[in-house]
């Protein structure tokens, strides 16, 4: 038997100047490559037994027996979706594994849009028990595969036209965007990018200097207007659709919250980034709507920027989080290229403001941007 690591090789041998630490630091790397591998492996049987007994309730439960069924995409949850089609007509069948995956808030807040005149799918049957939904295809092209400096401004006025009709969508019941989950959120970015990601150590210090601006970016939210947030507005959740542009999707997580949420989610996009100048512009205009509509109080520049510029290093906070935890706990490293667009937010915008600055020296004193490209 043989056991490889750092360039040591173990053998029957007789081996006389072996490190023992060297021996079980190879044994723990087996161990979780193993380990990693029976993982991918049970979970594609998993996935493969759900495909089937998704084609199986298909056949048995819609009048769509027989139709082609392909892999449509997944998202950085546990849900896969399947377009089943047929000739020129289709649907999206979405797999959300009930072990894992709760399609109730999904159902309930898909009714709260549609009766806001948002163009969310139609669900056209369903089985709650296995997590199986029959859904309108809102087709393949997704903003973020469509947007140029040309279609921009037509597209974002677009999305913005359609985030007025959710913010004035029915919210009563729905999970405030608390403290509690404000909080939990932003310490994404410490637990799995500073330290798993990164291995860096905080001092004392600046794990306290984290939490005071956690503390800062919580009450900025937690002081604007509350309305109807989708919680995930972005170009790779809206789809271009050639009536009612756009389609809407994604939108399960939807909580009562900041105004400027969406806002920024939309505006500072962690997979498209737009000139500063031109980001300002927009969201001034939208914030213009948001008073004609009586959705917002006459609010200055300054005000309402500050809102939407904190929002925003909150959500980078979190999404940064969240891309180094798809990684490293599921097995997605895809969502790391993201990383840096983020992080050119929060270093453009923690400056602007003397009770965000730590957060930019932070940054600045761990030399975070010269360990991404290292």
């Not at 100048?277 to 205009?285: G, M, R």
Request: glycine share 4%.
């Amino acid at each position: 038997m043989k056991f490889l690591t750092a360039g040591l090789c173990l053998s029957n041998k007789k081996v006389t100047s072996v490190n023992p630490i060297m021996i079980q630091l190879a044994l723990i790397q087996w161990t979780l490559i193993l380990y990693h591998e029976n993982l991918y492996l049970m979970n594609a049987l998993l996935a493969d037994a759900r495909k089937d007994a998704l084609v199986t309730w298909t056949q048995n439960n819609t009048a769509l027996a027989g139709w082609r069924i392909s892999s449509a995409s997944e998202d950085a949850s546990f849900r896969r979706y399947f377009r089943i089609s047929h000739h020129n007509d289709s649907y999206i069948i979405m797999d959300a594994p009930p072990e894992k995956e709760d399609i109730h808030p999904f159902i309930q807040v898909t009714e709260r849009l549609l009766t806001a005149g948002v163009h969310a799918p139609v669900i056209h049957a369903s089985s709650i028990e296995q997590g199986f939904l029959l859904l309108d295809d809102l087709g393949k092209q997704n903003y973020l595969s469509q947007l140029t400096p040309t279609t921009a401004d037509k597209l974002y006025t677009q999305a913005l036209d359609t985030l007025l009709k959710i913010q004035q969508a029915e919210k009563s019941g729905l999970p405030p965007y608390d403290n509690t989950l404000l909080h939990t959120e932003m310490e994404l970015f410490r637990e799995w990018f500073l330290q798993t990601h990164l291995g860096f150590s905080l001092t004392p210090s600046q794990h306290e200097e984290l939490n005071s601006l956690f503390s800062i970016l919580s009450k900025n939210a937690l002081t604007q207007p509350q309305t109807f947030v989708h919680r995930d507005y972005h170009s790779r959740n809206l789809m271009v659709t050639p009536i009612n542009n756009p389609g809407v999707i994604d939108y399960q997580d939807a909580v009562i919250g900041p105004i400027t949420y969406d806002l920024v989610s939309l505006l500072r996009d962690c997979y498209i980034a737009w000139p500063g100048d031109k980001v300002q512009t927009w969201a001034l205009c939208y914030r213009d709507r948001l008073v004609e509509t009586g959705l917002l109080a006459k609010t200055d520049d300054d005000t309402f920027l500050r809102w939407f510029d904190l929002m925003g290093l909150q959500r980078h906070l979190k999404a940064i989080g969240i891309f180094a935890r798809l990684n490293h706990r599921d097995g997605k490293p895809a969502y790391l290229k993201e990383i840096p667009r983020a992080l050119n937010y929060i270093t453009e915008v923690a400056p602007r403001y003397a009770d965000t600055t730590a957060l930019a020296k932070i940054l600045q004193d761990l030399k975070i941007k010269q360990k991404l490209t290292a």
